[in-house]
């Protein structure tokens, strides 16, 4: 019979799993709440008992599964399967996620950085077409990203794909790296509502998004976005800016690495072919000639599936 694979999402809200087939095709999918108390002690142990009841309830033995795949925030230690300062779970020191896990389960475990992890899914099954040349930009409270190159992960010596940390303005907002500038400071979604706050302070014109701010109600990237959308020129000077300094950070990226493709996921991404298309123009207009044809730039596909499946591609080495 043909093997299982298992696919963890480890987030600060919730954990998501998936049982795949060894083709990314999903069988089962869950969640449980992340208990985060207690210095984050309970998550290991949580995500245990929900795979052995998950698979007492689907009747599945462990000797059916190739492997455990797992995505986590933090700085993640391929080679030992540890995790340490991820802050949104309270790790701040090391966790053995493999060996608790492989103990308990008797599955083989492999773990990597939930960014790329996310890359991985949407190489695998979605924007990126299964391509050896993929590179993944998320844009959700941060940004960050993965680099798929040669069919693999590039990790650097420790921590490449780094994108929401490329700087697109030297002078520019100060990020929580310490640097200023970076790509994260202007297109997550905290940072395109700071640059809608900025933008307000100039801006003398009869624009909703100026009354709302003005009014000194709370706004989101996604109220920016549906305001441009229905043309609100400070809506739209607002995503105009965004928009260059992430057609600029893809540039870099294609100029770089020229990929066959960029993939844009993460929750701001919601924006769809609007942001899509102006991303594009500054795209094109920084791109080296030969990567402006060969390069181009996709949303993601996958949405909240791109962690487990990426998750999950990570055991298919155990097959
Ligand atoms: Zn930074």
Redesign the pocket.
């Known amino acids: 019979m043909e093997k299982k694979l298992i696919g963890i999402d480890l987030g600060g809200t919730t954990i998501k799993f998936a049982i795949l087939t060894l083709t990314g095709e999903i069988q089962q999918k869950w969640s449980i709440q992340t208990n985060i108390l207690d210095d984050g002690s309970h998550i290991v142990p949580d995500i245990i008992t929900s795979i052995k009841h998950h698979l007492k309830l689907y009747q599945m033995q462990p000797s059916q599964f190739s492997g455990i795949g797992m995505g986590s925030p933090g700085t993640v230690d391929l080679k030992n399967g540890t995790v340490i300062g991820a802050y949104n779970l309270n790790w701040k020191t090391l966790q053995p996620v493999k060996t608790a896990i492989e103990k308990e389960l008797g599955i083989p475990f492999l773990i990597d950085n939930d960014a790329n992890v996310a890359a991985l899914g949407e190489r695998w099954k979605g924007a990126g077409e299964n391509d050896n040349e993929v590179v993944f930009v998320t844009l959700g409270t941060g940004v960050g990203g993965g680099i798929i190159s040669n069919g693999k992960l590039v990790h650097g010596v420790q921590a490449a794909g780094?994108i929401?940390?490329m700087?697109v303005e030297p002078n520019g907002y100060l990020?929580?790296?310490?640097?200023h500038g970076?790509?994260?400071?202007y297109a997550s979604a905290t940072g395109i509502v700071r640059v809608a706050r900025d933008l307000a302070e100039e801006y003398a014109g009869p624009a909703k998004l100026k009354k709302l701010l003005d009014d000194g109600q709370d706004i989101s990237s996604k109220i920016v976005f549906d305001l441009a959308k229905e043309a609100d020129q400070l809506a739209l000077m607002v995503v105009d800016q965004v928009c260059s300094y992430l057609g600029l950070a893809c540039a870099n990226i294609g100029n770089l690495l020229n990929p066959s493709f960029i993939v844009i996921g993460g929750g701001v991404s919601a924006a769809g072919e609007f942001l899509l298309d102006r991303v594009k123009k500054y795209f094109l207009k920084y791109t080296f000639p030969t990567v402006r044809t060969t390069t181009e730039l996709k949303l993601a596909q996958l949405g909240n599936d791109a962690g487990v499946i990426g998750a999950a591609s990570l055991a298919l080495t155990f097959n």
Do not use: M, P
């Open positions: 780094e929401g940390h700087i990020c929580t790296c310490g640097n970076c790509l994260e400071t």
